[in-house]
């Protein structure tokens, strides 16, 4: 009896001490947001991947930020800006009085420090990075120049009119030129940026900390802290949610949401994301971009990628293709209605969506007519690549693997699978060892170029650093695509991309499979959060009731 | 003569396995094993790999719920298949997956226990230091690394389990050759000159051959345990064959959901059968090993 007295007292105190962390918490605004991975680096300019994104968007800040609900731009660290008529220069008014988290000014000197450290090779710190989306989004600037303390000037090689739009990405957010040059290589694992949260620590693979800018240059954000904790299996994560262990999660389970609906202290938030999941068929001819520059070039010809297939050259069979595919069941019940069907390859509230093209029809007769008027009435073998992972665009790359394996059988078309791990996949994928491959993209800026151009355009199909995995290349189309890039007028711009959309559906490339959603569940006393068409996730107006 | 002192022993035998009652339950599951992997065809109520797929009736309950499709009793998995069918094919995939491992292993260990037994010295040392380095990594470690050599897909993935089974083999085969190389009528037959390949293939290697029938069947569990889980972690099968392992890994994420019955039939159906190979690998041995009898 007493020894069951003494374990009361034990238990007694126990509870009270094991939630105290939580009772205290209440004093606080804290929210744990329960990320599926570890953020890869914490430098803005040197990452490619949304979960580093993510950590980034709430300690750093750019000249522009995005609206609200929107990618048009607005001010942020910059104030106005003005363009030059000739569309090659634009000058940027900054904010004054903005300070950096460890007490450096915000000035043109940063400015200039975190675009030229990307740009120049001669920058001391050019070294510390690989600066991949410079590469990606921003081959156009020349240079960024101080006019005065307080004014920059961009200065453009030719006009590029999603340059705005790009200016308020992750990459060209403004570091601490002081924080730089104090921990040099090792500065991705210190961030210092001017924005309404601080970096405390990073425990790898288990959390990261941030707490409230008691400085910062707007209001002061609602949260005290901020923590990002990584938490990879969406299950155990749904499960954390639940029991209150983090108040938001990113990637539900689509099988869950029956779940999460029915459970009144979680708030499913779903809206139609910016991104793309396909499937590509290898169409046999790439370049092989010799000077590095991003083009083809007269001396460029096309040859052979290493996956071709005889059979995919034919644009008849890559429509039987098409035909032979139940993408809205596919959508129903492997994406369980957390996407849309595609038939574009760049969802549709963005700028030139040609509404007006019709999708292939699911049909398989029609299918195996195709086939046969192509020379395969037994059909033929295939490989198809299949992604280890999920990504936003494709929560479940295996499944819809096996689908579409199943809808080919249908048709004769025998479809074996190649799995291997994520690194490999992209890198063979890039260099065409792919007959078929399974991917997608979540755009960045916002602007289709970002789209058609680095996905669809005939420069990209090209073979070992390839974006464009059909290795699409009519001339003609990329004729369009920098054309629409030059002009800043959008009627003109549209006109070109709708074009391009008719180009790339005569020939049946890509198997537009869907448009995710962006799911987010949050706890009931979640407030604030705005989902961004980017999926970029921003706390600064969050918190908790 | 010998042909009938091995009929009176396997009457013995059966005799005594039915008297072992768990070991009897295992030899039932055997022959259920093995009449499913045969007549897959005839017993299972659908296609396995129903092209195109019927994506409409994705992870639909079984038989114990209204909401049940007809003809699926045990429900469907997340691409509308009939986990039923899938799990009767997936029989024939498991049971030649263990066989074919278990026999590669059996080959290989017979050939290196022999010649380490039977010549003993450098040979000897040689091949078992070996085989000793291959003991000290867990099995399946050992498999993930093989296949990660020689590629995916179940036939690698039977040919790295064959491998990695095959040390244990070469132990036992090795402590048998040793024993009978000293029998008298080995003796006799070095003694009338007899050539040594001889000796090896037509006296010692089919006296040495009883535990292995046991410790075949024991590893047999073992085996297509192995082939599940490397199933399971996507080296094994490859889709869309209907895999136990890689069945209960595409479908344990539904589990949380609701949907538990896709992950559970094949689990179920792997912990039967290794279950019942295990019961019948032990009772083999009770009736083989002669210090048991009664």
């Not at chain 2, 040793?178 to 037959?189: A, D, G, N, T």
Request: glycine share 8%; with cysteine; charged share 20%.
């Amino acid at each position: 009896m007493r020894r069951m007295k003494l374990m009361l007292v034990v238990a007694v105190v126990l509870t009270l001490l094991m939630p105290g962390s939580m009772l205290f918490a209440k004093r606080h605004n804290v929210m744990v947001f329960g990320s599926s991975g570890d953020a890869v680096r914490l430098d803005p300019a040197d990452v490619t991947d949304g979960e580093s994104i993510q950590r980034m968007d709430n300690i750093f800040e750019g000249l522009v930020e995005y609206q609200r609900y929107t990618t048009e731009v607005k001010p942020a660290l910059a104030t106005s800006w003005e363009m030059s008529k000739d569309g090659k220069e634009i000058v940027f008014k900054l904010r004054r009085g903005v300070k950096f988290h460890d007490g450096t000014p915000f000035n043109a000197d940063a400015v200039v420090f975190s675009f030229a450290r990307q740009y120049d090779p001669n920058h001391p710190y050019n070294q510390y990075g690989e600066w991949a989306y410079w590469g990606y989004m921003f081959y156009d600037v020349d240079r960024m120049e101080k006019i005065d303390n307080y004014t920059v000037k961009l200065v453009l090689k030719r006009p590029n009119a999603s340059i705005m739009t790009s200016l308020a990405m992750f990459t060209v957010n403004i570091v601490s030129p002081a924080n730089a040059k104090k921990w040099g290589e090792d500065a991705f694992r210190n961030p210092v940026g001017t924005g309404p949260f601080k970096f405390v620590e990073w425990v790898k693979d288990d959390h990261i900390t941030l707490v409230a800018n008691e400085d910062y240059w707007r209001e002061r954000p609602k949260l005290d802290q901020l923590i990002f904790k990584v938490i990879p299996d969406p299950s155990a994560r749904l499960l954390a949610l639940e029991v209150g262990e983090v108040q938001g999660i990113e990637y539900p389970n689509p099988a869950d949401f029956k779940r999460i609906k029915a459970n009144k202290n979680l708030v499913l938030r779903s809206e139609p994301g910016m991104n793309v999941g396909y499937m590509a068929m290898n169409s046999g001819y790439g370049y092989k971009d010799k000077n590095k520059n991003g083009k083809r070039d007269a001396d460029e010809p096309l040859e052979k990628t290493p996956g071709y297939h005889e059979a995919l050259t034919k644009v008849k069979v890559r429509k039987a293709i098409q035909h032979a595919i139940d993408k809205k069941a596919i959508v129903d019940h492997i994406y369980m209605g957390t996407a849309s069907v595609a038939k574009n390859g760049m969802p549709p509230f963005m700028l030139g969506y040609n509404d007006a093209i019709e999708d292939f029809k699911y049909d398989p007769e029609l299918s195996k007519r195709l086939l046969r008027e192509a020379g395969y009435p037994n059909g033929f073998e295939v490989t198809l690549y299949v992604m280890p992972v999920s990504r936003p665009y494709m929560f479940d790359p295996p499944k819809i693997g096996e689908a579409i394996q199943g809808y080919l059988g249908a048709v004769g078309i025998k479809v074996n699978f190649y799995q291997v791990d994520w690194g490999t996949y992209l890198q063979e994928t890039e260099a065409g060892k792919h007959q078929m491959c399974l991917l997608g993209w979540s755009g960045d800026n916002g602007d289709p170029d970002n789209f058609l151009n680095v996905l669809y355009g005939p420069n990209a199909a090209n073979i070992g650093a390839s974006g464009n995995y059909s290795f699409y290349s009519d001339r003609e189309a990329q004729k369009h695509l920098d054309e629409a890039l030059l002009t800043y007028d959008v009627n003109e711009r549209a006109k070109h991309y709708k074009i391009v959309q008719e180009m790339l559906h005569e020939d049946a490339g890509w198997v537009y499979l869907a448009h995710s959603n962006q799911s987010l569940v949050f706890n009931k006393n979640v407030r604030g959060y705005v989902l961004h068409p980017t999926t970029r996730k921003f706390f600064r107006e969050v918190w908790i009731d | 003569m010998m042909k009938k002192r091995a009929q009176r022993g396997s009457n013995y035998g059966f005799r005594r396995l039915k008297q072992n009652r768990s070991a009897f339950f295992g030899l039932v599951i055997l022959v259920i094993l093995v009449l499913c992997a045969i007549f897959a065809d005839v017993i299972a109520p659908n296609s396995p790999n129903p092209t195109p797929p019927k994506l409409e009736l994705a992870l639909k309950p079984g038989f114990w719920s209204e909401e049940g499709v007809d003809g699926m009793p045990l429900g469907t998995d997340a691409l509308g298949r009939c986990v039923l069918s899938r799990i009767i094919y997936g029989t024939r995939v498991s049971l030649s997956a263990g066989l074919v491992a278990v026999f590669i292993a059996m080959v290989l260990g017979i050939a290196f226990g022999t010649l380490a037994g039977f010549f003993g010295g450098g040979v000897d040392s040689t091949i078992m230091r070996f085989v000793d380095i291959m003991f000290a990594f867990p099995a399946l470690l050992l498999a993930i690394v093989i296949v990660a050599v020689i590629g995916q897909g179940l036939d690698k993935a039977m040919v790295a389990i064959g491998i990695v089974y095959t040390p244990q083999m070469a132990r036992i085969i090795r402590s048998s050759v040793l024993y009978i190389k000293e029998m008298e009528y080995i003796e006799v037959q070095n003694a009338i000159g007899s050539r040594r390949i001889r000796v090896i293939f037509r006296h010692v290697i089919p006296n040495s051959i009883a535990p292995v029938i046991v410790y075949g069947t024991l590893m047999l569990a073992t085996a297509i345990l192995d082939c599940a889980a490397l199933g399971f972690l996507g080296l094994g099968a490859q889709p869309p064959t209907p895999e136990w392992g890689a069945m209960l890994a595409k479908s344990y994420s539904y589990i949380v959901s609701g949907a538990w019955w896709a992950a559970t039939f094949p689990g179920l159906a792997i912990l039967f059968s290794v279950l019942g190979l295990n019961l019948l690998g032990d009772g083999l041995r009770d009736i083989l090993d002669p210090r048991l009898k009664q």
